[in-house]
């Protein structure tokens, strides 16, 4: 078998750059090894025919992926997306239109891309429509410097994308702001310069405040007066059972010291429990 058609497949152990080597260092196909490949794995399913077509293919994917590493997103994340891409190109290949199959993998290697930087790019989603999409990966090779646009480019770009020039806008502004984190990273206590410093704390609104305050005292009388309703013994049980601010009493100390059984002093807690209910249910 020709060596072409024996490629190995490169590690992913390692680092980027390793990886990135290894596979520049991979033969490509020649077009009859790739038309062979092609017409096995389409007529016989041949799946290691597909897995030497991928493999060596994935240079194509190293070299398109870093066009997009200006997006800030990882180059390893940017070539595994684009592998994905390049399966599912392998998958649909056909040998019989006369294509070769780096023509036809481009599109799905670049559409994997495209929608894995969509949905990660920064915590908005800012490409939604196909419109947008079309802007959101041509504006900025569109644009003639890093400054801003002005109307009539604007309005020149957004006729040959076929959209509006406030898109155009909203688009160019979404790209060229730049990411403010929510806390401080620094370890100065007293710098309370990043925006949560800034957010309002609904919990410390004032009327809530009040409200909050309020209610309190209505649970503490509540709960004097609910208290006060039951029969000592009963009182006794629940507050050593529920309100000691020590280790509470089991059902069997508390059995032991009346001289009666647990589950009569369970019995005892149960109507005291719901006695105190119905007098603090219309507390709020």
């Not at 990660?120 to 090779?141: C, D, E, G, P």
């Not at 503490?220 to 000592?232: C, M, V």
Request: charge should be negative; proline fraction near 4%.
């Amino acid at each position: 078998m020709n060596q072409a058609l024996s490629l190995p497949v490169p590690s992913a152990v390692g680092s980027i750059d390793q990886y990135i080597g290894s596979v520049n260092r991979l033969p490509m196909l020649t077009e009859q090894e790739e038309m062979d490949l092609a017409t096995r794995l389409k007529e016989h399913g041949d799946l290691d025919a597909a897995r030497q077509l991928i493999v060596s293919h994935l240079r194509v994917v190293v070299s398109i992926a870093r066009g997009y590493l200006g997006y800030g997103l990882p180059h390893a994340d940017l070539i595994q997306e684009g592998n994905i891409g390049l399966m599912k190109a392998v998958k649909r290949f056909d040998p019989s239109r006369g294509v070769r199959l780096v023509s036809f993998a481009i599109h799905w290697i670049k559409a994997e891309i495209h929608e894995f930087i969509v949905r990660n790019w920064r915590l908005v989603k800012i490409a939604t429509t196909k419109a947008q999409r079309k802007l959101f990966f041509n504006l900025r090779s569109m644009k003639q410097d890093s400054g801003s646009l002005n109307r009539e480019e604007m309005c020149s770009i957004a006729a040959r994308l076929g959209v509006k020039p406030e898109e155009v806008s909203e688009m160019e502004t979404r790209l060229c702001g730049r990411e403010i984190p929510l806390e401080n990273s620094g370890d100065d206590e007293d710098d309370f310069s990043a925006p949560i410093a800034f957010l309002p704390d609904p919990g410390a609104e004032p009327s809530a405040l009040l409200e909050e305050n309020q209610y309190a005292r209505l649970q503490d009388e509540g709960l004097r007066q609910a208290l006060g309703s039951l029969d000592t013994r009963s009182r006794n049980i629940v507050e050593r059972r529920w309100l000691a601010e020590g280790e509470s009493a089991t059902l069997h100390e508390l059995a032991s010291e009346y001289g009666v059984s647990a589950e009569r002093i369970r019995q005892i807690e149960v109507r005291a429990m719901q006695k105190m209910r119905t007098l603090l249910a219309p507390v709020r």
